[in-house]
């Protein structure tokens, strides 16, 4: 294994590109961007997705890399690394890293979930042919049972940084690779096995083909800004969840390059996601949800009554752990690290610390759904789960985003002429230097505009 100082690097480019591309897939692209796709129109919606994912997504995920790459450091000391200690740089660092704990606060326990889900459906715990009715009961009984919820949040933690623990590469890349090829090969053998349901062309139209309609319903503008917000949120960026791969990368190949790859691989996961929930849908009359209602509810309703349905449902659970245990291990990967960097301590230390802190952190959060249900910090029906996910996705990730964007085109920052060179160090695609204005400009208009109607969609 080669070494830089004492910092490990990926074995191989095919491991960083795995590794990295598993912090990106995650839930949102099985339970987010297949509903959103089919709600705002279909084949409209996807083709303006793309043209976002690539024109907005794609810049700021080469800036984490980039960054990452160019200072061998996670957040903790990549600003003062590439700008200096005196630049007020430096100050940024502590609330992007708070962004990390708030999100896995409880990401581990959605992880939880999909694990009692899979464990139940590969031992046959759920009965054949239910009633969506049943499958609510099933899911609100989960959500009123602590004990449940916290030993199998507390058993995917555990995993997760037992896993970090052994380092890098024989660690996190070792494990993570071939959790990544098996995730797309399950999800491959499904799009294949709803090719043969009789709903499977029903369900692709409602997915994909345009929808003039339920496109005048819901509005051109809504469509433009939902396909927006979902390609840039996509990508996990904004608090240095990707730029901890940089640190750990080769310069073989150039910075642009290895972006693209990631991008298409969380692209591919969240259009085939489609393939395999709309046609198991419209096969069995089921009405498609968004957020956990489609997973845990309405996809369990529609495994129960397919022949073969255990195997199906365990196999698609799986396939949803497996995801969700790859961002896991990701974002831990990065608290560890910027931990060890600011504290100066083990990797063994670090991760016993962080163990404790972060199961402290999501009690709160499961006791939302039961002992604490009657706290509603935002109002409604609210939890502390709803909270935090608007303290990350509303506010941290997107403003953690124009962060970097200026950091890499301000003088006082890494300056644009060193961005530029670190990214188009290696073999492949390079970014042209005079794209200064569309970074400077262009991208943190773009994501202001996501802030205020992210607030606007929320409160108006």
């Known amino acids: 294994m080669a070494t ?54 794609l810049p ?74 049943q499958a609510v009961e099933a899911f609100t009984g989960l959500l009123a049972d602590p004990a449940i919820m916290f030993i199998c949040m507390l058993a995917c933690s555990a995993v997760a ?3 970090i623990g052994m380092g890098v590469v024989k660690g996190v890349e070792r494990i993570t690779k071939p959790m990544m090829i098996l995730l797309l090969v399950m999800l491959v053998a499904m799009s294949v096995h709803s090719v043969f349901l009789p709903g499977f062309g029903e369900g692709i139209s409602y997915y994909l083909v345009p929808d003039g309609e339920r496109m005048e319903k819901i509005g051109l503008l809504k469509i433009v800004w939902s396909a927006m917000g979902q390609a840039f949120f996509t990508l996990s960026i904004g608090i240095g969840s990707i730029e901890i791969f940089g640190t750990y990368a080769n310069k073989d190949s150039s910075v642009v390059s290895e972006a693209a790859w990631i991008a298409i691989l969380d692209t591919v996961v969240a259009v085939l996601a489609g393939f395999v929930i709309f046609p198991a849908c419209f096969t069995f009359g089921v009405e498609p949800s968004a957020g956990p209602g489609l997973i845990f509810i309405t996809l369990n309703t529609v495994f129960s009554n397919i022949a073969g349905g255990m195997f199906w449902g365990s196999l ?33 230390r670090s991760v016993i610390i962080n163990f404790i802190v972060l199961t402290a952190l999501s009690i709160p959060v499961l006791l939302g759904f039961n002992v604490l249900d009657f706290i509603h910090p935002m109002g409604g029906d609210s939890t502390i789960l709803d909270l935090q996910d ?40 390079k970014l042209p230097a005079s794209l200064l204005w569309y970074f400077r400009y262009i991208l943190p208009v773009v994501v202001v505009v996501l802030l205020v109607a992210g607030y606007f969609d929320i409160f108006a």
Do not use: D
């Open 316 to 348: 698609f659970f799986f396939f949803m752990l497996f995801a969700a245990m790859t961002t896991l291990i990701a974002v831990y990967e990065n608290i560890i690290s910027m931990t060890i960097e600011l504290f100066n301590i083990s990797r063994k």
């Open 4 to 57: 830089e100082g004492k910092r490990e690097k990926f074995s191989s480019r095919f491991g960083f590109l795995l590794v990295a591309a598993g912090c990106a897939i995650g839930l949102g692209n099985v339970w987010r961007f297949p509903h959103m796709a089919g709600q705002c129109g279909g084949a409209l919606f996807v083709l303006i997705y793309l043209a976002f994912l690539f024109a907005v997504g």
């Open 161 to 163: 940084f037992w896993v």
């Open 390 to 429: 608007f303290l990350i996705s509303n506010n941290i990730l997107p403003l953690g985003s124009v962060l970097f964007v200026l950091f890499v085109t301000a003088r006082n920052g890494m300056q644009w002429e060193k961005f530029v060179a670190e990214v188009n160090t290696g073999a492949g695609a």
């Open 60 to 133: 700021f995920l080469i800036i984490e890399i980039a960054v990452g790459r160019a200072a061998r450091k996670s957040l903790s000391g990549a600003f003062e690394e590439l700008a200096g200690e005196k630049t007020g740089w430096r100050h940024h660092k502590y609330w992007m890293i708070a962004g990390n704990y708030i999100l896995m606060s409880f990401y581990g326990l959605i992880t939880g979930w999909l694990l009692y889900y899979s464990v139940r459906f590969a031992t046959g715990g759920f009965p054949e042919k239910i009633s969506e009715a």
